[in-house]
């Protein structure tokens, strides 16, 4: 279980910009570096650079508008996070999500209010 073929890694500070890029539902680097900006201060500059390396991981695309470019997700958040999700399983845990999951509830990472969800979704599922 590991990334999709030609779906190249996010670094952690990919996998920012990405998060702002879902959240806006597309935007120019400007948008992007705004956003950025209201945690902690980073240069324009590496923002679009950063936004240029990830449209050439394929996990950007960007049409002209007016004087900016716009960049959208190429694919959905969901299916992204899915997929590293799968990756770190297979790394860590040998492809068995249980140990992570007992991790979870040992280390109470998971609220009353999340285990009751995925009951939930295991009783859905059944």
């Known amino acids: 279980l590991s990334m999709k073929e030609g779906e190249a890694k996010l670094t952690d500070a990919e996998l920012e910009i990405m998060q702002v890029v879902w ?3 597309g935007g120019t680097v400007r948008q992007v570096h705004e956003r950025l900006n209201q945690n ?3 240069a324009y500059t590496t923002v679009m650079t950063m936004m240029g390396i990830l449209e ?3 996990h950007l695309t960007r049409t002209k508008q007016g ?3 716009h960049y ?3 694919r959905p958040k969901s299916q992204v996070i899915s997929n590293m ?3 770190f399983v297979g790394k860590v845990f040998a492809g068995s999500a249980r140990p992570l999951v007992l991790s979870l509830v040992k280390d109470r990472k998971l609220s009353k209010k999340d285990l009751e969800e995925i009951a939930r979704l295991i009783r859905e599922t059944e």
């Open 67 to 69: 004087r900016a470019y």
């Open 23 to 25: 959240d806006l539902g």
């Open 40 to 42: 902690r201060p980073l």
């Open 56 to 58: 050439d991981k394929g």
């Open 85 to 87: 999700v799968d990756d």
């Open 72 to 74: 959208e997700p190429v």
